[in-house]
């Protein structure tokens, strides 16, 4: 089955009470068991509800893999699975990542005695070299945000392979329409389902697929125990936002095309980041690994001039400022203030996040709508 059947109709049944079409929304606490211990295979809703269930299945369904495991947020998962380690543990971590994930492996998981390796991925031998006998987990965001690098998935998981590491890829910016990491050996996908997957604005939640089933166990034991899980309307949403993923996906993809040409060149920005120029470091690898090039769009003024970033990101009328990423609607951000505020100056700049850099998620819009938008916060 291809994706485009997958988003509409895998780990999806018409519901067996009413024939519904569409998965209800099971709006309950807790089930009537006719006896202890004897019940429907439901007991009660932070365990198990009918609606979260087809959800699961659906997302792992598109990424390829076994379990699907859905949580209240995207650091709902990343907390999860930061809890599959233990003191003395390391972990390597790209260096250009979403500053909450980046906070939450510093300022919470590392004062339980987890150490953490923040390092370019582009280069193998970085991470290699960074590799020990307590490295349990290698972490990578692919296309990273918001410097947009493109890591190779199935070289990380040649470094990891007979080590007992754990590879995890965040692929929240490529979503499943685009990118399979398990396909290239990765042993856990993550996403920000708030973003692409749901791709309107309107729910927050985080989903975990795998396909080992002792490692799926835990994950399923750690959801029940420490509870951070969707509410059924927020899975009723997503599952109804994912069956448009692929028409969406294609037209953030060609849209992100237009506008990254558009950009390209333009006389007050210094550097353009895109993963289907070319140019770009890892082009390559983006076209083995990816079906496309997304519709994230990051660029940096000439002379680092921060005024005139704000200047720019406060006068478009189109894209909207705005945290978060991946609606139909398109966004501007300012990842140094907004979404990145919590790595200090000195580590953001390290990756080229200055502070004039603007990070555009490209919308579903008339595509001359936007960059007409942009040609007048530009100046143009």
């Known amino acids: 089955m291809k994706i485009g059947t997958k988003v509409i109709h895998a780990g999806i049944e018409p519901d067996p009470s ?196 002792q490692l799926a166990e835990q994950l399923y034991y750690l959801q029940n125990s420490c509870g951070a899980i969707p509410g059924p309307m927020d899975c009723f949403l997503q599952l109804r936002g994912i069956k448009t993923l692929c028409l969406r996906m294609q037209r953030h993809c060609d849209n992100g095309r237009e506008i990254a040409h558009f950009l390209q060149g333009h006389p007050k920005i210094d550097r353009l980041y895109w993963p289907g120029f070319p140019t770009h470091p890892n082009h390559d690898i983006a076209k083995k690994q990816m079906a496309d090039f997304g519709g994230m769009v990051s660029f940096s003024l000439k002379g680092n001039d921060y005024d005139e970033a704000v200047r720019i990101l406060s006068a478009t009328k189109v894209f909207a400022l705005a945290e978060s990423l991946g609606g139909v609607e398109s966004l501007i951000g300012h990842p140094a203030s907004m979404t990145h505020a919590s790595i200090p100056k000195e580590e953001r700049e390290k990756t080229g996040l200055v502070d004039s850099l603007i990070r555009l998620s490209v919308g579903i819009e008339d595509p001359e709508d936007l960059i007409a938008d942009l040609k007048q916060a530009l100046g143009d």
Not at 101 to 130: C, E, K, Q, W
Not at 145 to 156: Q, R
């Open 18 to 213: 009413s024939g519904a079409i569409m998965t209800p929304i099971y709006q309950t606490s807790t089930y009537v068991q006719d006896a202890p211990g004897d019940h429907k295979g439901y007991e009660y809703a932070r365990t198990q509800n009918p609606t979260r269930n087809v959800l699961e299945k659906n997302v792992a369904a598109l990424e390829n893999g076994k379990y699907g495991i859905c949580f209240s947020s995207g650091m709902a998962a990343t907390d999860t699975l930061a809890k599959l380690l233990k003191p003395g543990d390391e972990v390597i971590s790209t260096n250009d990542l979403y500053g909450g994930t980046y906070r939450l492996f510093n300022t919470v998981f590392n004062p339980y005695g987890i150490n953490f390796h923040f390092t370019g991925m582009s280069d193998l031998g970085s991470v290699s070299a960074l590799i020990n006998d307590n490295t349990r987990m290698i972490w990578l965001e692919t296309p990273t945000n918001p410097m947009l690098n493109v890591i190779d998935i199935a070289g990380i998981v040649s470094l990891a392979k007979n080590r007992d590491i754990l590879v995890v890829v965040d692929n929240t910016f490529a979503s499943p329409y685009l990118q399979n990491p398990i396909d290239f050996g990765a042993d856990i996908v993550i996403h920000s389902a708030t973003k692409y997957l749901g791709g309107h604005s309107d729910s927050v939640l985080g989903a975990v697929v795998c396909n080992d089933d």
